[in-house]
């Protein structure tokens, strides 16, 4: 994954500054709470939607298994139908073969449609260092984009922000990025959306290449899918001369029957609706309709790694509906830069150690960024046992080791030495029960402190169980 957001502080630290913002805490609370009652509202419509969820686990799960198969039956269909596909084995890589491709058109200006993959390679960041602006297109990408901020939320990556901050970046920013915010902006949704509108409407005009993700691609005619909710995903798609899309390889599913469970399980989960409202597909290329050249870059970049994994490949059957964000009492505190990763929420918890390893601060740390109370599990629509990945990644983060680790594993070793031999344990018991009135209440130590910050150290008992046990029993 991209370095973007390596060199971030450790889950609990980041969590810690952000719960202190009570105007951040205040969006998200809003913004979480309303959207999961209307996906609650929506799911309930459905008779079937335990079948459909399972149906979607299943689908994910046996392409995942035939991964390879799909992906050339992808590669095949695409080429047949006049796309090129590329195979990027990193972030960089994909990077570089998309800039190569922009660079061969001599454009230096894209347009971008919500693109998780590309968020995740850092490809704005790769472009600009090339001499290449790239425009985000969807509304809040654009927020973001103009406050020089970063997504937090998978669905709504500037749910962090409220209306009064958005008119203030409007204001101030869309002028040094193209046409102006209108004078007089005020913070009603109409007036902001027709900003945007505005803003955005002359660079899809002007722009000749167009830089998409996919939800879906579908295997037995190499089509890509892409929904959304505002409309710019139509205009990149088709105005552009040239279209580049970058997908992750496991966003395969085989036939278009399949498509049609995750169109029923994705907009209710994600935006609680029946239907989103625009599904734009794309196959190839078609004389006199739409882009000349399509390019499809796909992306492994830490998948495949996943995959290799029994447990934690269930992440990958993700549609990113963003359902489980909205349901975690972590993210609703902490909001979604403290995951450090264009993935945050529960997901984030268990993608991005994957995708990027467990070596960093900040990534060994997410795993533990999880009451592990289940309501993930109970609202993701392709049932991803997401605190079963959690405790397996937690375990995978000790087997590592660390400070804390280490203090752990000697407290454990000296418990086994004392239980192998009664006679010292019965010493060590009594021990502490007469120095009770001594003991700290708080564990010295960093990693051991963090464990008494907020809970105290139970009391001993003035008598061992043992001497109790005889006294009372003999
Ligand atoms: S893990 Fe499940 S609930 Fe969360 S974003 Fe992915 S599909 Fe949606």
Not at 267 to 280: F, G, L
Request: proline share 5%; hydrophobic share 40%.
């Amino acid at each position: 994954m991209s370095g973007t957001y390596l060199g971030m502080p450790a889950f609990p630290r980041a969590a810690r500054d952000a719960v202190r913002d009570t105007t951040l805490r205040g969006n998200l609370r809003h913004a979480t709470h309303t959207i999961r009652d209307k996906r609650a509202r929506a799911v309930a419509e459905l008779d079937d939607w335990a079948a459909l969820r399972e149906a979607g686990k299943r689908i994910k799960d046996h392409t995942l298994r035939h991964l390879d198969r799909y992906l050339v039956r992808v590669e095949e269909a695409v080429t047949a139908a006049g796309g090129t596909v590329h195979w990027a084995a990193d972030a960089e890589e994909a990077n570089r073969i998309v800039a190569d491709l922009v660079k061969a058109t001599g454009e230096s200006e894209v347009v971008k449609v919500k693109s998780m993959a590309t968020q995740e390679t850092g490809l704005n960041e790769a472009l600009e260092a090339e001499g290449i602006r790239a425009y985000e297109t969807d509304l809040a990408e654009l927020i973001v984009q103009l406050g020089k901020d970063r997504p937090s939320h998978i669905l709504v990556p500037a749910i962090h922000r409220n209306r009064g901050e958005i008119r203030d970046i409007f204001r101030s920013e869309m002028g040094e990025w193209g046409r102006p915010a209108p004078e007089g902006l005020t913070d009603t949704p109409a007036e902001l959306a027709e900003a945007a509108r505005l803003h955005l409407r002359e660079k899809f005009l002007r722009a000749k290449v167009g830089i998409s993700g996919a939800n879906f691609m579908v295997a037995e005619t190499g089509t890509l899918v892409v929904v959304e909710s505002e409309g710019n995903g139509r205009m990149c798609l088709t105005l552009p001369e040239t279209l580049i899309s970058v997908v992750g390889i496991e966003k395969v599913i085989p036939t278009w029957r399949d498509l049609e469970v995750f169109l029923q399980l994705l907009p209710r989960s994600s935006t609680a609706e029946r239907m989103n409202p625009y599904t734009s597909m794309w196959t190839g290329t078609t004389d006199g309709d739409g882009p000349r050249a399509f390019h499809l870059v796909l992306l492994d970049n830490g998948r495949t790694d996943t995959l290799a994994d029994e447990v934690g490949r269930q992440a990958l059957r993700c549609i990113r509906c963003s359902a489980c964000l909205n349901v975690c009492p972590v993210y609703e505190r902490a909001g979604g830069h403290a995951y450090g990763s264009v993935y945050p929420g529960p997901i984030g918890a268990i993608l991005s150690p994957q995708l990027r390893g467990t070596g960093s601060e900040i990534d060994a740390s997410l795993p533990y960024a999880s009451s592990l109370c289940g309501a993930c599990y109970e609202v993701c629509p392709v049932a991803i046992d997401i605190p079963e990945v959690l405790v397996h990644l937690r375990e995978k983060v000790a087997d590592q080791g660390g400070a804390g680790h280490r203090l752990e594993r000697a407290a454990m070793r000296t418990a086994t030495w004392l239980l192998d031999h009664p006679a010292a344990l019965n010493a060590a018991e009594r021990l502490a029960s007469s120095t009770r009135k001594l003991h700290p209440k708080r564990l010295p130590g960093p990693g051991a402190r963090q464990w008494t910050n907020s809970r105290d150290l139970p009391d001993l008992p003035a008598e061992p169980f043992r001497d109790w046990w005889k006294k009372n029993h003999a």
